[in-house]
């Protein structure tokens, strides 16, 4: 267990020392510092995607790279270590809770989450991949931060790190901005403790994350960093850097997550006279942007995976409609699935049917309608609570603080209509909840406060708020412990190998390596073959064996075309 949390720690300062190198400010507040640490996830990110193309991600070459990452902190003279220790310590507490004897998220993980994290691990850029499983068409930019994890210092323990150091960011994040604007924004602190008791209620557990809560968590951050800091008739470089990086990032998380574009678009339009929009930032995240979408079309021939609009039908390595693992049909099944095509009981009508003319309306409504309605319930409970028992006394403001209400109100709107839209799309589209979270639970906290903040006229002050504050930030603090501490008493006696880390190797209780089959194409050796979900084992491995399939080396780049 000690392992466990010095290696949290340490991924931690990882993160932090590269976000302070990159972008040094003056200002190293505990909340700030998190902001450093998001960043730094970010930046390496960026350095694994870009290394992976001419590089297999292996533990030499990842280790190096820490090992730089520190040598260059030392050059840029980083100071305030003492907060950096504090916070390292702070976010590695939090990590060592989530990821001590817990599951990894089941089954995507097992199926091509961790297969794709070895995959990059064992081999640079593998041309039509995605031949070999269909799910390695849509990969998050995530797996490219976890597979930099595994290096000397961690062994493959490391690639469940990084999501976990991301939670414990951004949860920290919450807890100090909560704290320090307590008293001079309530709006802005009321939306944030509103995003960390949803964050504790369904987030809080590593079993459940997957490629999407880290997404969803960004979406909180984006919405957050504008609420507070987007100034009508201001100049807010800095401030539009980080919302369109952040932006760019979360799409590459999760497609999903699209809507979001329009928070940097507008400030960019709305601050037009005032800011140079080719500038370097800009070109960097552009950048960062296209080479994501190149590695997208070479693993699966489409630049959005599996949206069919997006492919190039002419490429080799790409699966013709014929195919069942071609863009169109997957993503006719994944639209399909999403509003609860296994839950109907006549599938005679089809897919392409049962998905148009909200005919799947009444089937998604007994299903994953009330599950939605399920997950979303208790949270309103306790948005009902909390303005409940909030207290007031009439108050004349000055013209000022009249001004910063009639900005924030403004603000509010605006990411209201954001997450409103991104909910109708959700709807529309992709209607499970995993995918829609953020925009759904977005959409309730700035429409609660949107009509607490009408019908309560600007103009009386929150008497209470700090009281109220404090007693639900223990009361889920709380909750965030029992959820995870629980887990600890339930599963003290297990034994099985890699303990106490989350299990990587296999769905088996003793979490065993499993030995996949290697397929031969050609001669040469191609690929694994795994009757069950294969986790981190030999790579690329798949449980979905491919009959129709050939297999190419040229110039040490390993390619995979489906035979006509």
Known sequence: MINLFLSSVLSSIILLTLGLAINKENKTTLANLCLKGIFGSVYLSFVALTLNFVFPLGKNLNTMLIILIFFFATYKKIDNYKNIILLSILSGCVSFIILNLENIYRPDAGLYHIPYIATLNDNKIILGLANIHFRFGHTSIIQYLSAIYNNHIFGNNGIVLPIATIFSFIFLYLLFEIKNNLKSNFIYTIFLLLIFIYTVLGYSRYTEFGNDVTAHLFSFLILSLFLKNFKNKENNINLINKLFLLSIFSIMQKISMICLIIIPAYCFFYLKPKIKILNFHNLFVTLFFLFFIFKNILVSGCMLYPISITCFDKLPW?????????????????????????????????????????????????????????KLSIFFIFIFLFFYFLKFKPKILNNQKNLILEYTKNNIILLLCVSLFGTIIWFLRFPTFRYGSSYLVSTIILFSIFIFFTIKSKKLLIVNLEK???????????????????????????????????????????????????????GKLAYYFAKQECHYTLSPCTHLKVDNLDYYEKNNYKIFLLKN
């Open 468 to 522: 109220i504050t404090n007693y639900f930030l223990i009361f889920f603090i709380t909750i965030f412990l029992a959820k995870n501490l629980t887990r600890f008493i339930g599963r003290a006696n297990l034994d099985y190998y890699n303990y106490p880390w989350p299990k990587i190797y296999s769905e088996h209780s003793s979490n065993l390596k499993i030995n996949p089959e290697p397929i031969f194409i050609n």
């Open 318 to 374: 790409y699966s013709s409609n014929k195919d069942s693992i071609s863009a169109k049909i997957q993503g006719l099944d994944n639209h399909a699935w999403a509003k609860g095509w296994p839950d109907l009981k006549d599938k005679s009508i089809g897919q392409e049917n049962f998905i148009n003319n909200f005919n799947w309306l009444p089937t998604w409504s007994k299903n994953h309608g009330l599950k939605v309605l399920q």
